[in-house]
């Protein structure tokens, strides 16, 4: 599956963005998706996911209550809103998907096969 994230730009802080993925190849529904962001010198971490079959979300909680992940089959896209963004938000933004990914493991960047070009956003302060 190829993946072409978009959407990221600048952005003042307590501004908003919406992310977008768009997944083309294999079946879009059978894989969970992730966002991963990375920092300037520092490693890649979870932002968010969504299960393929019940369409259950996770985050990493310095993001929950402001950020939102969804999918949408039709599109064969996969989306994060972010409200309320902070200058620590600031990173390179990369979608994923994988395919037998267990609920331990969904935040783990391992567990994902294929992954997008990243996007990123920056906030002001």
């Known amino acids: 599956v190829q993946l072409q994230a978009c959407g990221g730009g600048l952005v003042q802080g307590g501004g908003s963005l919406r992310l977008s993925c768009l997944a083309s190849?294999?079946?879009?529904?059978?894989?969970?998706m992730g966002w991963f962001r990375q920092a300037p010198g520092k490693t890649r971490e979870f932002v968010a996911a969504?299960?393929?079959?019940?369409?259950?979300?996770y985050y990493r909680d310095s993001v929950k209550g402001r950020f939102t992940i969804s999918r949408d089959g039709a599109k064969n896209t996969v989306y994060l809103q972010m409200n309320s963004l902070k200058p620590e938000d600031t990173a390179v933004y990369y979608c994923?998907?994988?395919?037998?990914?267990?609920?331990?493991?969904?935040?783990?960047?391992?567990?994902?096969?294929?992954w997008g070009q990243g996007t990123l956003v920056t906030v002001s302060s």
């Open positions: 994923a998907a994988g395919s037998g990914i267990i609920i331990s493991s969904i935040s783990s960047p391992t567990g994902y096969a294929y």
């Open positions: 190849g294999r079946t879009f529904s059978s894989y969970a």
């Open positions: 969504v299960r393929r079959n019940d369409g259950s979300t």
